[in-house]
């Protein structure tokens, strides 16, 4: 064999078994999101129903009349003073208008130890929902966020506020912020997503399957379609 012939044998065979790399690398390449081959693989674990909502979790909105049956439960890991929670919050909302009365809505609390003022506006809404208020205080705390949000000062007397305003029991709000139980309550949120694996907010979950980190209305409506059979 000439030595120039063996040269041409050697490329050829390095061709041949770089292509063939090449081809299992395609084979074995993630489906782009969307794709058939996205929908056939595996679904992700599905979080335990036990941890993810508890007899006293807070519901924004429930499913009703016959949507009951669909028993779509949409579970969000929160934080009060979060800003991506803040620029979550429009997309939640547009979910719970397009989808009112066919699901459920749940939050659950997650203050993030580095925010001085999370847990004191968890405990806050906490004491508003223990007034009925659980709503018109979850919108309250995300529309100022700004104006009281990544303060190193106490934000308590401005939460006292909110509840004024909405017209609670002052005293009574004041009371129920500030009562130890209610700490725990939250914090009794917080050790269920620990639990879970959640590791910042938000962390929201389809019935019981982990969405992508801040995922958008097309991403959660697409979700909650496919659970409620659309």
């Given at each position: 064999m000439t030595r120039n012939l063996?040269?041409?044998l050697v490329l050829i065979i390095g061709s041949v078994v770089a292509l063939g790399i090449f081809a299992y690398s395609v084979d074995r390449a993630p489906a782009p999101p969307g794709s058939s081959e996205a929908a056939d693989s595996p679904s992700p674990s599905i979080a335990p129903e036990e941890?993810?909502?508890r007899e006293n979790s807070h519901y924004l909105s429930r499913a009703e009349g016959a949507a009951e049956d669909a028993d779509v439960t949409v579970v969000e890991f929160l934080d009060f003073e979060c800003e991506a929670c803040r620029a979550q919050f429009p997309v939640?909302?547009?979910l719970r208008e397009e989808y009112d009365g066919r699901i459920n809505?749940?939050?659950?609390?997650?203050p993030l130890p580095g925010h001085t003022n999370s847990e004191p506006a968890a405990a806050a809404v906490e004491a508003a929902a223990q007034?009925?208020?659980l709503e018109e205080m979850y919108i309250r705390m995300y529309e100022t966020q700004a104006e009281w949000g990544e303060s190193q000062?106490?934000?308590t007397d401005v939460f006292v506020g909110f509840a004024d305003d909405l017209g609670l029991d002052v005293e009574e709000f004041t009371a129920t912020m500030e009562d130890p139980a209610t700490l725990e309550r939250v914090r009794a949120d917080f050790e269920d997503g620990v639990a879970?694996?959640?590791?910042?907010?938000?962390?929201?979950?389809?019935?019981?399957?982990?969405t992508d980190s801040m995922p958008s209305y097309r991403v959660l409506s697409d979700m909650i379609d496919r659970e409620l059979g659309a």
């Open positions: 063996a040269i041409t941890l993810l909502v939640m909302e547009r809505f749940v939050i659950r609390y997650f007034q009925g208020a000062d106490s934000q879970l694996g959640v590791q910042g907010t938000p962390t929201i979950y389809v019935n019981g399957r982990q």
